[in-house]
T-cell receptor, first 113, second 110 residues
């Protein structure tokens, strides 16, 4: 158990819908990262937050948004969902913004039908 | 642009040694991570190299050459449980962003 909690574990929804994925980082970790992993693909970095502020942005679509709340949990919002958005979405956390080991949650498997 | 290359798939025999290579061309560099990921599971940290050279940790070792933009992960005494994908990721440094390779799927045969 990495200490990073993601909910829900599985999500099935229809095209055009909007979903919210939630992540609770390890106790004491200030940095949260979101990744997308499509079937048999590598990890695609989406966005990073550090202590409530956006720190880095990767290949995140405009239909996607995220935030980190004062209690440090984070949410990833995916809207106007398309079939191609079906993927595993991982959240990871680390103590500081870089140069340290990141701990991954078990992921949310999103299926868009 | 940023580019990280790893072989897509490798096969090795239980008890043997395997080397998984990772080459990178990135705008910045502040360290390279190796992670292990079993199918459908979360990646788990294996190693982090900042300086050139070999770092050994039990059956796993990781090597870095910054001048060549090259790293490898060496797995010794392979066990069936080592069947997994191995991901390398470069810390760009400037904005703490990590760039990930697509991963190498390692298949261990008895």
């Amino acid at each position: 158990d990495s200490g990073v909690t993601q909910t829900p574990k599985h999500l099935i929804t229809a095209t055009g819908q909007r979903v919210t994925l939630r992540c609770s980082p390890r106790s004491g970790d200030l940095s949260v990262y979101w990744y997308q992993q499509s079937l048999d693909q590598g990890l695609q970095f989406l966005i990073q937050y550090y202590n409530g502020e956006e720190r880095a942005k990767g290949n995140i679509l405009e239909r996607f948004s995220a935030q980190q709340f004062p209690d440090l949990h984070s949410e990833l919002n995916l809207s106007s969902l398309e079939l191609g958005d079906s993927a595993l979405y991982f959240c990871a956390s680390s103590e500081d913004p870089g140069n340290t080991e990141a701990f991954f949650g078990q992921g949310t498997r999103l299926t868009v039908v | 642009g940023q580019n990280i290359d790893q072989p897509t798939e490798m096969t090795a025999t239980e008890g043997a040694i395997v080397q998984i290579n990772c080459t990178y061309q990135t705008s910045g560099f502040n360290g390279l991570f190796w992670y292990q990921q079993h199918a459908g599971e979360a990646p788990t940290f294996l190693s982090y190299n900042v300086l050139d050279g070999l770092e050994e940790k039990g059956r796993f070792s990781s090597f870095l050459s910054r001048s060549k933009g090259y790293s490898y992960l060496l797995l010794k005494e392979l066990q069936m449980k080592d069947s997994a994908s191995y991901l390398c990721a470069v810390n760009l440094g400037s904005n703490y962003q990590l760039i990930w390779g697509a991963g190498t799927k390692l298949i261990i045969k008895p």
